[in-house]
């Protein structure tokens, strides 16, 4: 709650209500409709996803392995710090008895793709968008040394798996104030995360693994270009993906469920440099939010309930998954 407030705090800093208000009357809504059906197209691209990283394991189709993600993406809207991709994992290992470490590496290995992907639109973002200044280049280079070293990482893992292991085991060894609770956990997922891999030595399934993820972070990066052009801020779409990649790193900060705040900072601080309105860039953030927030929330509370799970439930659930695969190890 603290860090949303601070965060919240910062985004309107300077910012007169009355400017927000008249904002909000005169952005144009018309552009509601093709929002919603990108954000269809945005999870239907995700679940495409997470069916080829578990089809190695479990010959899924896209339509049993929806509800599980749509309730993760519900329980992180309304759950404290990510519980939801642990009551996703839940769900899923309970429809199809699949072993909770397994999926949860599916997981892991989904946003390993997603921070090479948010990384790649950034640097382009940075390196290319007009009106920025020339010291940016510098940044945008440094985001793809950050990109290479992760592919070459990723190679590595999946190439020599036990012994990268090995070199962390050492790495925690040298670590002495980290929790034995907390490495073993760790030691324990880059193990069963290997399963998660096969999907990568298949050459058709890691070709759509990694179109499917490019694709569906330029469908949100043309979702936040709609929501800034609704509030008539007229900048490059390149900026969208400036303003993609620091709000998709920005919600990673523990906050209140929702992200609300640290997303409205996000968009601020990215397009501070590009000389647009405070007060429509706090609007089209609280615009683009809810597009998403609602749709997303709704649809993971349909389908909770339609497995069964109470919404009073789903918090101890997730926090008991949590602990159950604390103790895999």
Sequence with gaps: MIVTIICLAAAVWGIDLDQITSSFKKANYWTLPFMLGLLFVFFWLKALRWRMLLEPIRDLTVSQVTPAMM??????????????????????????????????????????????????????????????????????LIVAAGILLLILSVAAYLIWTESVIRLFRRIFDFLPFLPDKLTHLVLEMMRSGALGMESMKSKRLCFGIIWTSFAQWLINGISIYLALWSFNIRVSPLAAFVVLGVTAFGVTVPATPG???????????????????????????????????????????????????????????????????????
């Design 71 to 140: 309730i993760g993406f519900m329980g992180n809207n309304i759950l404290p710090a990510h519980l939801g991709e642990f009551l996703r994992v839940y769900v899923l290992s309970r429809q199809f008895q699949i072993p909770k470490t397994t999926v949860l590496s599916t997981v892991v290995l989904e946003r390993l793709f997603d921070i090479i992907a948010i990384l790649c639109y950034l640097g382009i973002g940075i390196y290319f968008a007009p009106s920025l200044p020339a010291e940016y280049q510098t940044v945008s």
């Design 259 to 329: 992200f609300f705040g640290v997303v409205q900072l996000c968009f601020s601080v990215s397009l501070k440099a590009f000389g647009v309105s405070s007060a429509d860039v706090f609007s089209a953030s609280i615009y683009y939010q809810l597009s998403q927030y609602i749709p997303v929330t709704l649809i993971g509370l349909y389908y909770s309930h339609r497995e069964g799970l109470k919404l009073s439930e789903a918090e101890s659930e997730a926090e008991k998954e949590l602990e159950e695969l604390e103790g895999e190890e």
